[in-house]
């Protein structure tokens, strides 16, 4: 069963599904190979404009598989993948679109919060819970200072406490919340908004908006990835991993 699931929905919409519902759709090197090739494979359409990213099951994606990423060999790997895939939302000229239900928790907030539209369920739990498990969401801070401010930024990310869809959309993390029965109707409304405009005018709009900040996604994901490698082979990360995948309380030294 693939752990990314394609839906072409018209010609010029593709849907695309985290389809590791039995773990939340957590983050695994093969599910986030799967959706760099997804976001490929649509982007290389030439009729193709909107992307629809959601997930299966229960939750949108809570992170990464924390089971996996106890290997610290592969620590590196997974790292450079996060990098790839949120890079790989962020410059694709699709419009995406996440449309979120259930959870949407660490890494599973970096992929949503690269998005160009975010729409979710009324009862989602949104949140970046990096430090209680001895980490740097470094990756994903590359959105959220575009998208929230300092001062919400550093609630989300020094209290770590998991937020509610509407107070997500009040600091500017979410466009939309609706019925979780209207969640993908919501993102297909929007999609037609989308649609009414020139292609090549959208794609030209949404790489002036990046041009417009002084440094570039590319180049803070340079900078992030390095405080991120640091955290993850820290004594502090095989802690806080262990204790989460050992379900206690972690023991930080000091």
Same mark, same amino acid.
């Not at 801070?141 to 401010?149: A, N, P």
């Given at each position: 069963?693939?752990?990314?699931?394609?839906?072409?929905?018209?010609?010029?919409?593709?849907? =695309?599904?985290?389809?590791?519902?039995?773990?939340?759709? /957590?983050?695994?090197?093969?599910?986030?190979?799967?959706?760099?090739?997804?976001?490929?494979?649509? *982007?290389?359409?030439? $009729?193709?404009?909107?992307?629809?990213?959601?997930g299966a099951g229960v939750a949108f994606c809570t992170g990464l598989d924390l089971k996996?990423? /106890?290997?610290?060999?592969?620590?590196? /790997?997974?790292?450079?993948? =996060?990098?790839?895939?949120?890079?790989?939302?962020?410059?694709?000229?699709?419009?995406?679109?996440?449309?979120?239900?259930?959870?949407?928790?660490? %890494?599973?907030?970096?992929?949503? !919060?690269?998005?160009?539209?975010?729409?979710?369920?009324?009862?989602?739990?949104?949140?970046?819970?990096?430090?209680?498990? %001895?980490? =740097?969401?470094?990756?994903?801070?590359?959105?959220?200072?575009?998208?929230?401010?300092?001062?919400?930024?550093?609630?989300?990310?020094?209290?770590?406490?998991?937020?509610?869809?509407?107070?997500?959309?009040?600091i500017g993390l979410i466009n939309r919340v609706v019925a979780s029965d209207q969640v993908?109707?919501?993102?297909?409304?929007?999609?037609? *908004?989308?649609?009414? %405009?020139?292609?090549?005018?959208?794609?030209?709009?949404?790489?002036?908006?990046?041009?417009? #900040?002084? !440094?570039?996604?590319?180049?803070?994901?340079?900078?992030?990835?390095?405080? $991120?490698?640091?955290?993850?082979?820290?004594?502090?990360?095989?802690?806080?991993? /262990?204790?989460?995948?050992?379900?206690?309380?972690?023991? #930080?030294?000091?």
């Open positions: 069963m693939p752990v990314v699931l394609i839906e072409k929905q018209s010609p010029q919409i593709t849907v =695309v599904t985290l389809n590791r519902p039995e773990r939340r759709n /957590a983050l695994t090197m093969q599910l986030l190979n799967e959706l760099i090739a997804a976001i490929k494979v649509a *982007s290389d359409e030439p $009729h193709e404009r909107i992307l629809i990213l959601r996996e990423a /106890a290997d610290q060999k592969k620590a590196h /790997a997974t790292a450079e993948l =996060v990098a790839k895939t949120l890079i790989s939302l962020s410059e694709t000229r699709l419009i995406t679109i996440a449309a979120v239900h259930g959870a949407a928790v660490a %890494g599973g907030a970096g992929i949503m !919060s690269a998005c160009d539209y975010v729409v979710a369920a009324e009862k989602t739990k949104i949140g970046y819970p990096e430090v209680r498990r %001895g980490l =740097v969401a470094g990756l994903v801070m590359t959105f959220l200072r575009r998208q929230v401010g300092e001062r919400n930024m550093r609630e989300l990310l020094f209290g770590s406490e998991l937020i509610d869809a509407e107070r997500a959309r009040e993908m109707t919501e993102a297909q409304k929007f999609a037609g *908004s989308v649609l009414q %405009g020139a292609p090549a005018a959208l794609a030209q709009t949404k790489r002036l908006i990046e041009e417009l #900040w002084s !440094s570039s996604v590319k180049e803070d994901f340079d900078l992030a990835l390095k405080y $991120h490698m640091q955290a993850r082979e820290s004594a502090e990360a095989r802690e806080g991993i /262990a204790a989460f995948n050992e379900k206690r309380k972690p023991n #930080w030294a000091g």
